[in-house]
């Protein structure tokens, strides 16, 4: 409990102090590019736009440099890899800020999968980038978030990224700019970061707890239990019978605490806060039956499966850490903007300070 709460405390900490670097340094950047920003005060508008010019200049430049490696190619190549570079630049500068930083997690994911597919790094795998509650190991806790060992469990994980992820990153972006006084802030990627870290966090420290705390302790007492001792036999046949069986179900008592991963609970926090963010939106899924239904609907069906999953002893999904990752969201909603507006404050303050 103590890594996850100051692990948050360091990742809003950090977010805050690189956004008011980063701040900074873009203000001073369009000063010095032109003078009438001594006279006019800069917004979180100007400070877009800047960025926005700054990063298809840079694409630009890129594809430059591509296009003249390009012509040391087979004349029948260069038209094709000229049109692979624009169709993957295209679509980036296109893109919100929030999109690209969901896609460059979503890369993040990827690579840890591959990690999976590589039979020499699996025992490392797991035992670094899966949860186990009962390894005494509390870093598994922030990398088991990025960890994905099934490619259906990691394309709906980034799937639901993509979109609940970039709302999640727009209401982020919205309070902010709700301020008052207004708070130059050039990004929101940190706090947005800093909410995603925490999100898969808390839900993770959820689940260890429930297992931890409760399935273990209960486990331990079944175990001991004389109904898993040896019963007294008459035959042969029934001893044997009985010195295999006791093995098995404490096998299968063991197997109630099983080792988690995914990101699924940091996108349950960004689930819970679009729902309340956006209450008039409505979500469908992305195979049929696609029939929209208001967000608020769905993401209540959501809550309420995990509810009965877990009332029924489901085990094939983290319903606790799903249903830890909804708390966060709704706690973040309602006091995250407030929280974020101090630290930004706090940081400004530190690095005007002489």
């Known amino acids: ?50 960025q926005t010019a700054a990063l298809i200049q840079s694409l630009r430049e890129k594809l430059t440099n591509i296009q003249s490696t390009v012509r040391q190619l087979p ?30 997690i979503c890369l993040l994911n990827v690579g840890v999968w591959a990690a999976w597919k590589v039979k020499s790094w699996q025992p490392f795998m797991t035992r670094r980038f899966m949860h186990n509650p009962l390894s005494g190991l509390s870093v598994t806790l922030l990398t088991s978030m ?23 990153y727009y209401h982020l972006l919205k309070e902010q700019s709700k301020a008052e006084p207004e708070i130059l802030e ?3 990627s940190y706090h947005f970061l800093a909410f995603f870290v925490s999100a898969g966090l808390f839900s993770g420290l959820v689940s260890h707890i429930v297992s931890a705390k409760f399935r273990y ?49 940091a996108i349950y926090g960004a689930v819970t806060l679009t729902a309340l ?19 608020q609907y769905g993401v209540g069906a959501l809550v309420l499966l995990d ?14 850490a799903h249903l830890g990752g909804a708390a966060f969201g709704v706690i973040y909603y309602a006091y995250g903007p407030t929280y974020w507006r101090r ?7 530190a690095e005007k300070a002489p």
């Open 307 to 320: 509810t009965v999953g877990i009332l029924r002893g489901w085990r094939y999904f983290d319903h606790w």
């Open 277 to 295: 963010a956006f209450p008039d939106s409505q979500i469908a899924l992305f195979i049929p039956p696609s029939y929209p239904v208001n967000i």
């Open 186 to 188: 050039s990004t929101t």
């Open 146 to 168: 990025f960890s994905h060992r099934s490619a259906i469990h990691l394309l709906c994980n980034c799937l639901a990224l993509e979109s609940f992820g970039a709302a999640a």
């Open 217 to 265: 302790p209960r486990l331990v007492a079944q175990l001991a239990s004389p109904t898993l001792s040896a019963p007294k036999t008459e035959t042969w046949a029934a001893a044997v019978a009985a010195t295999s069986g006791a093995p098995r179900v404490a096998t299968q008592k063991a197997l109630d605490i099983l080792p988690s991963l995914g990101a699924s609970g």
């Open 343 to 349: 630290l930004r404050e706090a940081s400004t303050k």
């Open 1 to 50: 409990m103590q890594y996850v709460g100051l692990t948050c405390a360091l990742a809003f900490s950090l977010a805050a102090a690189q956004t008011t670097l980063e701040t900074e340094s873009w203000t001073e950047r369009m000063m010095s590019v032109s003078s009438v920003w001594s006279v006019k005060a800069i917004t979180n508008t100007d400070l877009k736009r800047a």
């Open 75 to 104: 004349v029948l190549l260069q038209p094709w890899v000229n049109r692979v570079a624009i169709a993957v630049m295209q679509p980036y500068a296109d893109a919100s800020d929030a999109k690209r930083l969901c896609w460059k």
